[in-house]
């Protein structure tokens, strides 16, 4: 099950560098590519404003 980021997100880049797989790329909001994604969370561990959560 891949991540997904939420209209809170604030375009920080804070998640960019801690994706080991490069899965996010830059938007508003950013974006994870669900079939790059290992799911590893490292990214909703980092988020200031809590925008990225397992997707439903």
């Not at 604030?10 to 960019?16: D, E, L, N, Q, V």
């Not at 994706?19 to 980092?46: F, H, K, L, N, Q």
């Amino acid at each position: 099950m891949a991540y997904v980021i939420t209209d809170d997100c604030t375009a920080c880049g804070t998640c960019i560098d801690e994706c080991p797989v490069d899965a996010i790329s830059e938007g508003d909001p950013y974006v994870i590519d669900p079939d790059v994604c290992t799911d590893c969370g490292a990214c909703a561990d980092v988020c200031p404003v809590e925008a990225i959560h397992p997707e439903d």
